[in-house]
């Protein structure tokens, strides 16, 4: 069955970085739109980045956007988020999503979520 699981998060000071990670199985990461998104305390849910199947293509929100990078490696079934500069506003749970092939259709998997707290 699909399963989505997230890990490395955790506490970092402005201005540092953190690599998620979200391993994949059941189905071949590569062959669908996945999602980064992300919910802050007592906020709703926010898109933070996707990456398309096939090319690879990828996009961001204007708020992330030079600081994160999405990406994927094939062999390993895994998504990745880099993120640089970190501010606390980044703080957040944050979720890898399973989009469709092309891109139109809603998530159907999501993983459990990693917590990322950007705090001095």
């Known amino acids: 069955q699909v399963q989505l699981v997230e890990s490395g998060g955790g506490l970092v000071q402005p201005g540092g970085s953190l690599r998620l990670s979200c391993a994949a199985s059941g189905f071949t990461l590569s062959s669908y739109w996945m999602s980064w998104v992300r919910q802050a305390p007592g906020k709703g849910l926010e898109w933070v980045s996707d990456?398309?199947?096939?090319?690879?293509?990828?996009s961001y929100a204007d708020s992330v956007k030079g600081r994160f990078t999405i990406s994927r490696d094939n062999a390993k079934n895994t998504l990745y988020l880099q993120m640089n500069s970190l501010k606390p506003d980044d703080t957040a749970v944050y979720y890898c999503?399973?989009?469709?092939?092309?891109?139109?259709?809603?998530?159907?998997?999501w993983g459990q979520g990693t917590q990322v707290t950007v705090s001095s």
């Open positions: 999503a399973k989009g469709g092939v092309t891109g139109w259709e809603p998530y159907d998997y």
């Open positions: 990456i398309n199947s096939g090319g690879g293509g990828t």
